[in-house]
């Protein structure tokens, strides 16, 4: 057994019940242990893998401006280190492009006064990739990707208040396949934009009404009628432009982290920004597929009840992704103020909100930032935080930035503070327009 020596000069105090907090140090380091004075490792999957976790998925919550952004941030770069990309699905408020550019990575901006468009049926992160697979490969693919752009379509109706039936969903199957060229020994794809769904459905040739078992073209018309103007509304409405056209910009699907500013869709609306979200959501279940093996990848979901307004399908999405995290090699990280948050969307029906509320016990880790006592007692009931735990929310996590409280799954939650470094701090200051804003402000004064 090894002796060390020294003064108590040195030492200054030695406690020897305090025992480390049975976290490993691996993955990212987050910060310490207040508890202990320990630091404190971050990394879901390896959890999983030591028995601490059934699933690598993440659950933040805290009131705005308690540095839940900010520890996942922590968490990304710490992680970057060990080879892991993030992709940031769908940056509402545009926090994370600065992180970006520190990075040497452009962000792509959608929205007012930007160039940039994104093709709803866009081949993603398959695009650059297609021309290198196999045929026997991009025939898989294929299948795959026709699967995911009817999901994505039907989404997009329901968003617009119409549950597409099965006859619609087979059809728009149809469709596709036709207009992306699957009929001919094809070794190119034809980019698909929804007018070009749209039209075929407003105008169908003998040969599909006939091929999908209508009497005639005008039963067609009038079966398919509100799935045809769902999409119209996609291609008039305040969307117009915006998702409609063919892809315009390159994602570096390959870049350590990976974003989308939607900042700028803001003005469109909400279901401007619930549509990208959703595309987005389907191109980052593509690059799974397309990953090589043994690859994490971290997907983030800032502000995570804006895609959830979609209703029932987007809420079933996040669910079958938290599903599969572990299949997958994902770390699914859901950042939001309150247990509740999922459930505030406008029109959701009993259904989403079952599902929702499933959605909590999918994630083995939650990471409780400060709350105030109304929605702490809520989140007390949800998790089934003890006493002392969720006055550790309302009490000590208010007092600093930063500080939080992580529970993973029963063991009792470990009293963390993240700590930031200052190129951190400055690359990711959320409240940096509060600040810029104030300074104009002033000289404005001055000069008055
Ligand atoms: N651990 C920390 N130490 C110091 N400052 C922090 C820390 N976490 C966050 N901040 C600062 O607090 C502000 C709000 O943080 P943010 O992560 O955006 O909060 P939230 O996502 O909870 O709304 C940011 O300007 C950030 O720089
Ligand atoms: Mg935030």
């Keep these: ?53 059934t699933n690598p998925n993440v659950v933040v919550f805290g009131e705005p401006g308690r540095g839940k ?15 892991i990309r993030t992709l940031i699905s769908g940056d509402v408020k545009g926090e994370y492009s600065p992180l970006l550019r520190a990075l040497g990575i452009t962000p792509i901006a959608l929205g007012r006064g930007s160039w940039a468009r994104l093709n709803a049926l866009d081949l993603g992160p398959l695009r650059s990739r297609w021309a290198a697979c196999s045929v026997e490969r991009q025939v898989e693919e294929l299948e795959g990707v026709l699967g995911r752009w009817v999901k994505l379509l039907v989404a997009l109706a329901e968003a617009q208040g119409y549950r597409p039936t099965v006859t619609d969903e087979a059809t728009l199957s149809a469709v596709l396949r036709r207009l992306v060229g699957a009929h001919d020994g094809y070794t190119e ?55 409609d056209v063919q892809t315009n910009f390159e994602l570096d699907w390959d870049a350590p982290v ?44 800032d502000e995570v009840w804006r895609q959830m307004r979609l209703g029932l399908r987007a809420v079933q999405a996040v669910d079958s992704d938290l599903r599969l995290s572990r299949a ?42 400060g709350q105030s ?11 089934a935080l003890s006493e002392r735990e ?13 500080r939080a409280l992580w529970k993973i799954e029963g063991r009792p939650g470990y009293k963390v503070q993240t700590v930031l470094s200052r190129t951190e701090k400055e690359i990711f200051d959320t409240n940096a327009q509060l600040r810029s804003v104030s300074r104009e402000r002033r000289t404005d004064w001055r000069a008055r």
């Design 1 to 53: 057994m090894a002796v060390y020596q020294a003064a108590t000069s040195e030492i200054g105090g030695l406690f020897p019940l305090l025992a480390a907090n049975g976290i490993p140090a691996v993955g990212a380091r987050i910060g310490y242990d207040s508890l202990s004075g320990g630091a404190f490792y971050a990394h879901p999957i390896e959890w999983v893998l030591r028995g601490l976790a």
């Design 69 to 83: 952004s900010s520890t996942v941030v922590a968490f990304l770069l710490r992680m970057m280190l060990f080879g």
């Design 189 to 243: 794809l034809t980019p698909v934009t929804i007018p070009d769904v749209q039209r075929q459905l407003a105008d169908p040739d003998p040969q599909l009404w006939e091929g999908m078992r209508f009497a005639d073209r005008r039963q067609f018309l009038d079966v398919l009628r509100p799935i045809t103007d769902a999409l119209g509304n996609l291609i008039s409405g305040p969307l117009s432009g915006l998702f």
């Design 258 to 301: 990976q974003s989308m500013d939607l900042s700028l869709l803001r003005s469109r609306g909400d279901q401007a920004v619930a549509v990208a979200l959703t595309c987005l959501g389907s191109w980052s279940s593509m690059v799974t597929d397309l990953q090589d093996d043994g690859e994490i990848r971290i997907v983030v979901r």
């Design 328 to 369: 997958e090699k994902k770390i699914q990280i859901l950042v939001m103020h309150k247990p509740s948050d999922p459930l505030s969307v406008g029109a959701v029906g009993s259904q989403e909100v079952a599902i929702a509320k499933d959605l909590l016990a999918l994630c083995s880790t939650r990471i409780l930032f």
């Design 373 to 383: 006592t109304r929605v702490a007692d809520e989140l007390a009931e949800d998790l």
């Design 390 to 402: 969720q006055d550790v929310t309302t009490g000590w996590a208010m007092e600093r930035i930063g």
